[in-house]
């Protein structure tokens, strides 16, 4: 079974940046694609980026398009999340997650990891 972890959250004020990292314990039929979400307290969980593990697809929902950057070292099994020009909005658990179906509904995803917290203030 596949294991997915989470690191790189904080605390920063707005404008500033971070990057967050999601380490697969391996890579199956079921890692085709790696996707990051985020759910504020109170707020459904929200897609914000999706990678295929084979870099040929990449997607980012509006409210982050810009800011944020999705990439990859599949040698490493990590993926990527950077995170530019951080606002008050974005604060929220980020978790990953892996699934062989492509977009950003939280359903398509078996796999999670345990997210990490992102706080920006103003």
């Known amino acids: 079974q596949v294991h997915l972890a989470e690191s790189g959250g904080g605390s920063v004020q707005a404008g500033g940046s971070l990057r967050l990292t999601c380490t697969a314990s391996e890579y199956t039929d079921s890692t085709i694609y790696i996707t990051w979400f985020r759910q504020a307290p109170g707020k459904e969980r929200e897609g914000v980026a999706s990678?295929?593990?084979?870099?040929?697809?990449?997607y980012y929902a509006s409210s982050i398009k810009g800011r944020f950057t999705i990439s990859q070292d599949n040698a490493k099994k990590m993926t990527f999340l950077q995170m530019n020009n951080l606002i008050p909005e974005d604060t929220a658990m980020y978790y990953c997650a892996s699934g062989n179906l492509w977009g950003l509904n939280p359903v398509l995803y078996k796999t999670w990891g345990q997210g990490t917290q992102v706080t920006v203030s103003s």
């Open positions: 990678i295929h593990i084979g870099g040929s697809e990449i």
